[in-house]
């Protein structure tokens, strides 16, 4: 059993769902809203969504440094998702120029644990 911690806002990659099934099978989602938490709020889901469970994993989408500092403090087994795949794309601008951005790839990702 895992929370998945992910800004409401996002979606996961089909890459990344096969590889919560393939690790976790059941899941819990905890979104973030757009607007993020408080550093209280950020606190009392900690507390409330995971310390108060036993056997408990969680993987966080979102890059939330206090939830991952306080998970990693608290023992709990922790992952992240992690990608070092970029893509890059020629995008017109409203100028009539080019810009190239970069993106994360939809392939190339890994669940890597925090000790």
Avoid at 65 to 91: C, W, Y
Avoid at 107 to 113: F, Q, V, Y
Wanted: charged share 25%.
């Amino acid at each position: 059993m895992a929370i998945v911690v992910m800004n409401q806002d996002h979606k996961l990659f089909p890459e990344q769902e096969s590889l919560l099934n393939k690790n976790f099978g059941e899941c819990e989602f905890l979104y973030v809203p757009s607007d993020g938490w408080t550093e209280q709020e950020i606190r009392d889901h900690v507390r409330e969504s995971v310390l108060a469970r036993t056997q408990i994993s969680v993987v966080v989408v979102s890059p939330i440094p206090l939830f991952l500092g306080l998970m990693a403090k608290s023992g709990v087994q922790t992952f992240i998702f992690h990608n070092d795949v970029r893509v890059k794309k020629e995008v017109s601008t409203p100028d009539g120029g080019k810009k190239l951005i970069s993106s994360v790839s939809p392939t190339g990702w890994k669940l890597i644990e925090l000790r």
